[in-house]
Every structure is written in structure tokens, then in C-alpha cells.
């Protein structure tokens, strides 16, 4: 006979729950569905826009909630109805689009169901992020820090499509000039990105937690990049997958297997059920 162990199972989706190329393994989905039958509590975590990960969760058959652009926004699955709503005001992101600009980088900004860019559209890496995440971008004909300050637009996140030999000293010069008053992470190895302080993947686990009235100690997250640690920090039990930066790994209290390899079918066996 077996029993649920971990009541709260909370996982990234890219490089983490689905593969390389982009697929959901048959075995992670039949683990998360038998998960889920047997009374768990299974959910998404990501730094996507919710319009971007709302069909994926539901592809998957997932009930409950998701958490969409880093823990800024929280959404039922089956409505898309916000249980939280942050975001940052047309002033802060247009202050973040600023920095981003004046480092000739190029700029992306998340405001609800609208992705933002100053990319051109013809642009094929941005075609390949367009792809990936489903959802198209607006050009905007202006830079976007103006654009956002004229229009008065909130938004849920500001990050840079870089180059990955440029990331690390774009996301240390964030860091050191933004850290104090907003979040600075990185979900992928040319992602930058900046979101409201405090909306972390960390406190989002802690609410879904506190509104399931589960206790902390019998959650597990799972997690690949350095947008993640605040989430594997908070649960009861953190995890990298194999494939997850040595950043993230170096703070888990178990690496799993690739995300390729199943990784979230790993953990979900290995701290989802108990034998008694």
C-alpha cells in the first residue's frame, strides 16, 4: 500500500518538466497524472507569460493553479482567473527598459497577455522565442522605454534576449545597480530578466502552500536555472535536475536525473508516495 508523502510538488517547465525539445515524456505525464488521481497537489512554475503557459498546464491535465512570469501572477487553470495580479508600474519598467537600452541590449517586456519587444520582427532568434513560447511579439516604434511610460503600461516583467557570452556580465551589472529594489534572475543561459522584488518562485510556493494549508516541510520543488533557487530554498525538499546550472545544484538537497531523461517522473516517485 502506498501513501502520499509530499502534498505539494512544484516544478519549472522549461528545462525542467519538458525536454530540450519541448515535449512532455510520456512517463512524466503519466507520473504527474497518477499524482494528481491519487490526491497530490501538482503544479507549474515559470517565468512565462501566463498566456504562454496556460495551454501547456492544460494540455497536461492539470487542475489547480499555475504561476506564470517568475510568481508575479498566480491564475486558476481552468478559468485563467488571477488569484494574484502583481506587476511593476509603467514607471519602474520603463526604468529597467532604460538600463537594458543604455547596454545596447535588446529589450523585452511582459505585460500581461502582450509581449513587447524592440527585437525586429524578422529577427530569427526572436522567431525561435516567439515558437517556443507561443506567443507572438508587438514591435513597438519607439524604444520601449518610452513606450511604456507614454502609455501607461504595467507590466509583469522586463528582461534582455542576449547572447550567452553576454549574459553574465549583463545579469552582474543588473544585479549590482538593480538588485536592491527589483528581482534579478535568469531563467536560460540568454535570458536577463527583472521582475517586482519580493515575486519570487519562492514566495509563490509559500502561498500556494499556506492556501492549500499544507506544511512547507512536505513540499518538493524542482528546478533548473538561477530563477529557481528561491523556490528549491523554500521547499521542504529542493531539487536540481541533472541538467540544471551548478548554481542551483550547489543549493538542492538531491539531483535528479535531465529533464530529458524524466527527471520530474524521478522525484515524483522518489518523495511524492511513502510505503507503509
Keep these: 500500500m502506498t501513501q502520499l508523502n509530499a502534498k505539494l510538488i512544484v516544478s519549472d517547465f522549461d528545462g525542467t ?19 494528481v488521481s491519487d490526491g497530490g497537489i501538482f503544479a507549474v512554475c515559470t517565468g512565462r507569460i501566463l ?32 488569484i494574484r495580479h502583481g506587476g511593476l508600474t509603467p514607471e519602474q519598467a520603463s526604468e529597467i527598459c532604460a538600463a537594458f537600452e543604455g547596454r545596447h541590449q535588446s529589450v523585452n517586456a511582459y505585460c500581461d497577455d502582450r509581449f513587447l519587444t524592440d527585437i525586429p520582427a524578422d529577427n530569427p532568434y526572436l522567431k525561435i522565442y516567439e515558437a517556443v513560447t507561443g506567443v507572438k511579439s508587438e514591435h513597438t516604434p519607439t524604444p520601449l522605454s518610452q513606450f511604456i511610460l507614454q ?70 520543488a524542482i528546478g533548473d536555472n538561477l530563477n529557481d533557487i528561491t523556490m528549491i530554498e523554500a521547499a521542504g525538499v529542493g531539487v536540481a535536475v541533472g541538467n540544471a546550472v551548478s548554481e542551483l545544484k550547489a543549493k538542492a538537497d538531491f539531483v535528479a536525473v535531465t529533464n530529458n531523461e524524466g527527471a520530474v517522473a ?11
Design 17 to 35: 518538466l519538458i525536454t530540450s525539445d519541448q515535449k512532455v515524456l510520456p512517463e512524466v505525464r503519466e507520473a504527474i497524472s497518477r499524482y
Design 51 to 82: 498566456a504562454s503557459i496556460l495551454p501547456r498546464v492544460r494540455a497536461l491535465g492539470l487542475r489547480g493553479l499555475v504561476i506564470a512570469c517568475q510568481g508575479t501572477v498566480i491564475a486558476d487553470i481552468q478559468t485563467g482567473e488571477y
Design 151 to 220: 502609455n501607461k503600461i504595467s507590466c509583469q516583467k522586463v528582461a534582455s534576449l542576449c547572447t550567452a557570452e553576454d549574459r553574465p556580465a549583463l545579469y552582474k551589472y543588473m544585479k549590482d545597480n538593480f538588485a536592491h529594489k527589483y528581482d534579478v534572475t535568469c531563467s536560460a543561459d540568454v535570458l536577463v530578466e527583472v521582475s517586482p522584488l519580493g515575486d519570487t518562485k519562492g514566495a509563490a510556493l509559500k502561498f500556494l502552500a499556506a492556501r492549500y494549508d499544507i506544511d512547507i516541510a512536505d513540499t518538493v
Design 266 to 276: 524521478q522525484i515524483i516517485n522518489k518523495y511524492g508516495y511513502r510505503n507503509v
